[in-house]
């Protein structure tokens, strides 16, 4: 017969991405571009010092979080920047 075809599980962005979302909108406003997903890296994006301090202090503004901008270079993704933030 034919080869199964491999189950691909669609996953609804709906409630996890509706809690990132708003801090990949900061992304994408420090770092001028367009879009901005969970898995994509500040710095392959164009992100620096200075824009990584200028997130940090949006992030304290927004969500009322600190953030150091070093976290950046151990966090370097939306999604994991969210997970810490929420602890």
């Known amino acids: ?6 189950q691909v599980r ?3 962005p709906s409630d996890q991405e ?3 979302r708003p801090m990949a909108a900061l992304w994408e406003s420090v770092l001028k ?5 969970p898995h994509d890296n500040f710095f ?3 992100g620096h010092s ?3 301090v200028e997130l940090s202090h949006r992030v304290g503004e ?7 901008p070093g ?4 966090l370097p993704t939306v999604a994991l920047l969210w997970e810490a933030l929420q602890e």
């Not at 927004?62 to 150091?68: A, E, H, L």
Request: overall charge negative; glycine content about 12%.
């Open 10 to 12: 669609f996953v609804e």
């Open 18 to 20: 509706a809690a990132w």
């Open 44 to 46: 392959d994006l164009g």
């Open 1 to 6: 017969g034919q080869p199964l075809a491999p």
């Open 33 to 37: 571009v367009p879009t901005v997903g």
């Open 71 to 74: 976290l950046l270079v151990e």
């Open 62 to 68: 927004r969500f009322g979080k600190s953030m150091p």
């Open 50 to 52: 200075l824009s990584a």
